[in-house]
Structure formats: structure tokens, C-alpha cells
């Protein structure tokens, strides 16, 4: 039997039609997959997207954080800049105090304690002194009368 140019183009466009199925069998599950690839790469994409605006939004928090920080840090040395200006006046008032002021004080206060000995020791002497000037004024003023009386007489 010979085939006709005819029946080698049926049986070319059957192996063909049957190629076409078998592929199309094979393929449509790996179209399927594709997909489904696709699909959850456009979705790794869209968090990537996210992910790269939420980094982004943290970098630039960061970057204020810092410039605070570094505003922080030049306060503190300013700050300890005006600890060390105190603790030196400190030392200085301290120094005073105990060079100028406490000598002085110790002075006074000595100055004050033997003035109070004295009264104490003579306090009881002091309502005597009183009563006797009181006593001298009434025989000065008596002896001035006697005198003016003398006198006029």
C-alpha cells in the first residue's frame, strides 16, 4: 500500500492534533504553576515594596533619633563643662570657709563667751550697783538741798 501525499498530511495533522493534546495536558499544569509562581511573586514583590517604605520610614526615625542624640550628648558635655566651673567654686567656698570665716567666727564666738562670763559672774552684782546709785541720788539730791538751804540762809 502507498500513501498518497494526502493521507501523509491526515496522518501529519493527527500526529500533530495528538502532539498538541499531549502538550497541552502536560503543559496546562505547568501554565498552572506559572501562575500560581507569579502570583505569589507579585505578592513577595508588594511586601518587598512595603517592607522597603516601612525600612525607609526607620531610617529616617533612626536618623532623627541621632541627630537628638547628638543634641543630647552636646547638652550633657555642656553640662559637665558646668559641674566642673561649680565643683571649682565649690572648692574655693570651701577653702574660704574654712581659711576666712570659720577663723573669724571662732573669734566671735569666743569674744561673746568670756562676755557672757562676766555678766553671769556679775549679775547678782549688778541689782546691788543699781540700788546703790539709786541710794547716791537721793543723799546727792538730799545733800543738795541742804546745801542750797545752807546757803540761802
Given amino acids: 500500500m502507498t ?15 495528538m502532539l498538541d493534546r499531549k502538550l497541552d495536558a502536560r503543559l496546562k499544569p505547568i501554565e498552572h504553576e ?9 505578592g513577595l514583590k508588594a511586601e518587598v515594596k512595603g517592607l522597603k517604605a516601612e525600612v525607609d520610614g ?4 533612626v536618623k532623627g533619633l541621632k541627630a537628638e542624640v547628638d543634641g543630647l550628648k ?3 558635655d555642656g553640662l559637665k563643662k558646668e559641674v566642673d566651673t561649680l565643683k571649682t567654686e565649690i572648692h574655693q567656698i570651701k577653702l574660704f570657709q ?6 573669724r567666727l571662732n573669734d566671735i ?3 561673746y563667751t568670756s ?7 556679775h549679775a547678782d552684782r549688778m541689782e546691788q550697783t543699781y540700788e ?5 541720788k537721793k543723799v546727792v539730791a538730799s545733800h543738795s538741798e541742804m546745801l542750797q538751804r545752807a546757803g540761802t540762809a
Fill in 3 to 17: 500513501l498518497t501525499a494526502e493521507d501523509l498530511l491526515a496522518i501529519s495533522q493527527m500526529m500533530e492534533e
Fill in 34 to 42: 506559572l501562575k500560581s509562581l507569579k502570583a505569589e511573586v507579585d
Fill in 58 to 61: 526607620l531610617k529616617a526615625e
Fill in 74 to 76: 552636646a547638652e550633657v
Fill in 98 to 103: 574654712e581659711n576666712i570665716i570659720m577663723p
Fill in 109 to 111: 564666738e569666743a569674744c
Fill in 115 to 121: 562676755t557672757y562670763q562676766r555678766y553671769k559672774d
Fill in 132 to 136: 546703790d546709785v539709786a541710794l547716791l
